[in-house]
């Protein structure tokens, strides 16, 4: 089973940017998501990835601020937040799908990381 290992979390001051990093230890031929999970919340869908990078969907609340990318290469996925808001404070996870085709769902998902902080102050 592939390991994927976050970073890129921080603080930052409502409206900069910050670019988390997702790093997997194998080629992982499935569509990657990120999720995050706010205190007292369930984990939520923020966006996803096809395994090609040709497809892309993302969650109402981010759409606009941020954008996933992958390098397969480099067997990375990448998160560019920009615009930040408050409400986007949580962790943030990665997660490597069970097939291909993106998914907004936590069950089509097979592994995940340990998660990066994000920290928005207001």
């Known amino acids: 089973q592939v390991q994927l290992v976050e970073s890129g979390g921080g603080l930052v001051q409502a409206g900069g940017s910050l670019r988390l990093s997702c790093a997997a230890s194998g080629r992982t031929f499935s569509a990657m998501g990120w999720f995050r999970q706010a205190p007292g919340k369930e984990r939520e869908f923020v966006a996803t990835i096809s395994w090609s990078g040709g497809y892309t969907r993302y969650a109402e609340s981010v759409k606009g601020r941020f954008t996933i990318s992958r390098d397969n290469a480099k067997n990375t996925v990448y998160l560019q937040m920009n615009s930040l808001k408050f409400e986007d404070t949580a962790v943030y996870y990665c997660?490597?799908?069970?097939?291909?085709?993106?998914?907004?769902?936590?069950?089509?998902?097979?592994?995940w990381g340990q998660g990066t902080q994000v920290t928005v102050s207001s």
């Open positions: 997660a490597a799908g069970l097939w291909a085709s993106p998914s907004v769902s936590l069950g089509d998902y097979k592994s």
